[in-house]
Each structure stands twice: as structure tokens, then as C-alpha cells.
């Protein structure tokens, strides 16, 4: 299985295989003080890094390794 990715140099979308995909969250903290969580998967396509944010379900899914 793939992932599909938006190459920002290049203006199109790839294809990234599942090895060459693992997930991250990122988070940080709102004025409020209350803690803000975004899903990603992060691929490696021709020596550039993609990043492709996600739902929480979709991460919670995908088997890559968490980074």
C-alpha cells in the first residue's frame, strides 16, 4: 500500500510507499493553556521530506513507526 503525498517543489502528487512513511504529532499549547494535537504522516520521496496532516482515526490506523 501507498500513500499519497503533495510534492510542493514539483506541484503534484506522489506516491510514497508504507517503509518510507512513519507518524508524528505535533503539539503545542493555545494562549488559553489548553494543549493543541495534529496528526501527520511524514514520507521521504526523492531525498525531500513530505508531510501530510491527518485525522486522528487515520493515524491511529496506519502501522508505520511513530517518530
Do not use: C, H
Request: aromatic letters at 12%; glycine letters at 8%.
Amino acid at each position: 500500500m501507498s500513500i499519497s503525498f503533495y510534492d510542493v517543489k514539483t506541484r503534484e502528487s506522489v506516491e510514497v510507499g508504507d517503509s518510507d512513511v512513519s507518524k508524528t504529532k505535533y503539539e503545542r499549547t493555545t494562549k488559553d493553556g489548553k494543549v493543541q494535537v495534529r496528526y501527520a504522516l511524514r514520507g521521504s520521496y526523492q531525498g525531500r521530506n513530505l508531510t501530510k496532516f491527518v485525522s486522528q482515526a487515520t493515524w491511529d490506523a496506519f502501522e508505520g513507526p511513530v517518530v
